[in-house]
């Protein structure tokens, strides 16, 4: 349906007359006419019924009256809603995190965020790295929180996120600065499952080292991990960005001969996609933040430096 024919229909109706509609929409008056003519051959019915030198609606003029400008408030606010999508200042973005890098670096970000776009609404999903990669793929979200790596993604860096470990004050490893894998040799861990990218990290390392790790326990969450450490049930290898808030426990980055064990977190989305400008403003923001708040620096004031991986251009 034409919405200038629309248009028209509510102008002249208001108006009561085709010349100063016309003039009011800046048509001439017979290509109003032709609109008002148009508009009615297509619903079948008569608008509007000669009056002297006045126009008046017909009854089935009047009952498709508030209907017609209902029909115009919507595709006003239509364009209204596109432009400030166009403008990023609303829609839906979607990431997706571990649930440790959602409390420690989303949830303190997130309050002020919606502070200064209030109209962009942010859904969070959990997942593993290897979770997070298959979402990605399938357009499930607009970014992934995730380690650094090889894949069809567009990147921006974050900051480096050191595997720890984590364990009583009274323990025996409480003098060393940084832990070497080997010194864990006769431990019982308390690990992230294997999809988890510390988890990849630290089997990597003892791979090299000819480590056996004597596992305990694999959970999804790095909370439930250090909260057995707590209790001494043994030693917790979480990512960095963990919230290691008891006072008995003790947490020290991981080496294997000198070298950090750890990646570069990135904020990732599939260039394959088309980007709102929103989501381009979070990232921007995002990054931000990491530079000033990335959670866990605490920790790694002895960790050897993690190389910073170079990224392809977006």
């Given at each position: 349906m034409n919405l200038r024919a629309l248009q028209m229909f509510v102008a002249t109706a208001d108006s009561g007359g085709l010349g100063r509609a016309s003039t009011r929409l800046n048509l001439s008056q017979p290509a109003a006419s032709r609109q008002i003519h148009s508009l009615e051959t297509e619903l079948g019915v008569s608008l509007f019924q000669r009056t002297g030198r006045t126009l008046q609606l017909?009854?089935?003029?009047e009952g498709l009256l508030r209907q017609a400008r209902r029909l115009l408030g919507d595709a006003d606010e239509l364009k209204e809603q596109a432009r400030q999508l166009k403008g990023g200042q609303t829609g839906t973005l979607r990431?997706?995190?571990?649930?440790?890098?959602?409390?420690?670096?989303?949830?303190?970000?997130?309050?002020?965020?919606?502070k200064r776009h209030p109209g962009i609404e942010v859904h969070l999903m959990e997942g593993s790295a290897m979770r997070q990669r298959t979402r990605l793929e399938r357009g499930e979200i607009h970014l992934a929180i995730m380690p650094?790596?090889?894949?069809?993604?567009?990147?921006?860096?974050l900051a480096p996120v050191h595997a720890l470990a984590v364990h009583l004050k009274a323990h025996r490893l409480r003098r060393l600065p940084v832990i070497d894998v080997t010194d864990l040799l006769d431990e019982p861990l308390l690990l992230m499952q294997r999809e988890f990218g510390s988890r990849a990290w630290f089997d990597a390392a003892c791979a090299a080292a000819q480590v056996r790790?004597?596992?305990?326990?694999?959970?999804?969450t790095a909370t439930t991990l250090i909260e057995?450490?707590?209790?001494?049930y043994g030693v917790a290898i979480v990512p960095s960005t963990s919230m290691i808030r008891n006072p008995a426990l003790r947490a020290a980055p991981l080496t294997y001969r000198g070298s950090a064990i750890g990646q570069w977190s990135t904020v990732a989305r599939d260039p394959r996609r088309a980007t709102p400008r929103y989501v381009e403003q979070f990232v921007e923001e995002l990054e931000q933040h990491a530079k000033r708040h990335f959670p866990g620096r605490e920790y790694l004031r002895a960790a050897p430096p993690l190389p910073r991986p170079v990224l392809p251009l977006p």
């Open positions: 017909t009854a089935e003029g990431i997706s995190a571990t649930p440790q890098m959602i409390v420690s670096l989303l949830a303190p970000f997130l309050p002020r965020y919606r650094a790596g090889d894949g069809p993604f567009a990147r921006r860096l790790p004597r596992v305990m326990l694999e959970s999804t057995l450490a707590a209790v001494g």
